[in-house]
């Protein structure tokens, strides 16, 4: 019986553990799933224009609660991030700055990312000696995507995330709209006011919203998560469509919400899906 049991019990370990975890990834999928669906909800909502107004559209977290499940939502208004094509030196060396950068080094930066992109004399900046913090050579052509910022030694090591949460390549616009920056850009423009940076003071139409959703049941560590970087088109049927995916974050414990329900935030024919699903 001890030489069945020792040559037994291994297999009958190993079999729970793998269902275990077989149970944590369909879990997780399932939730990824619903976050997914609750982005197109909140991307149709924004870009019809129906309830912008009452959202928070700066990365502010908010959230709410159908049963044992939770939902933490965030959104940023690209307006309030600074455009990687279309911003001067002086608001890119603040973006530098935000991610924790010294002065020297978001200026050098910011330097670096203007010779990048290339100017109206293509045979000038080319002929610009690389700086220490920048490609090893420069594409002079506009950036496609942020991510391209990866390609710097100097922010090979900065999170990806934090990069698109700092800037964007969809604003087209060479101005900031303080009111929808997100809380670390704000306070690098209140350490260096007077800077001349192009900041805007009041709301500006969106020509991008970047949508993040985490769901998560009370009973499980286990979250799933969704996000996009979305536009206004009229021409499809949502309204919206997807430009690329967001680059995923390290999911963060959600807050408790103890009495908010999901009516007020994903509208009360999505809340009542939920609801549903949740039961």
């Known amino acids: 019986m001890l030489i069945v049991s020792a040559i037994v019990v291994p297999f009958a370990v190993t079999a729970k ?62 307006s309030g991030l600074i455009d990687l094509n279309a911003a001067d030196t002086q608001l890119l060396s603040l973006g530098f700055a935000s991610l924790g950068f010294d002065r020297q080094i978001a200026e050098a930066l910011a330097k670096a990312a203007t010779q990048f992109r290339g100017n109206a004399n293509a045979f000038a900046t080319q002929a610009e000696p690389p700086t220490f913090v920048g490609p090893l050579e420069n594409k002079l052509a506009p950036f496609e995507s942020v991510s ?38 704000r306070a690098i423009l209140a350490d260096r006011s007077g800077s001349g940076a192009s900041v805007l003071v009041g709301a500006t139409e969106a020509a991008a919203f970047t949508v993040e959703v985490t769901a998560r049941r009370d009973t499980s560590g286990i979250a799933g998560q969704a996000g996009f970087i979305i536009e206004r088109f009229p021409a499809s049927a949502a309204g919206f469509r997807r430009l690329s995916r967001s680059p995923a974050a390290e999911i963060a414990e959600i807050a408790p919400i103890s009495s908010r329900n999901c009516d007020g935030l994903f509208g009360s024919e999505a809340a009542q899906i939920l609801r549903g699903w949740a039961s």
């Open 17 to 78: 553990t793998r269902l275990m975890i077989a149970n944590n990834e369909v879990e997780q999928e399932r939730l990824s799933l619903l976050a997914e669906g609750l982005v197109n909800v909140m991307s149709s909502e924004l870009t019809d224009g129906s309830r912008t107004e009452r959202l928070l559209l700066d990365w502010t977290p908010t959230g709410c609660r159908s049963g044992e499940f939770v939902f933490d939502v965030r959104i940023q208004n690209h």
């Open 148 to 185: 391209e910022l990866q390609e710097f030694s100097g922010l090979a090591s900065t999170p990806l995330h934090d990069l698109y949460g700092v800037f964007t390549v969809n604003s087209k616009r060479g101005t900031l709209s303080l009111d929808h920056a997100p809380n670390r850009v």
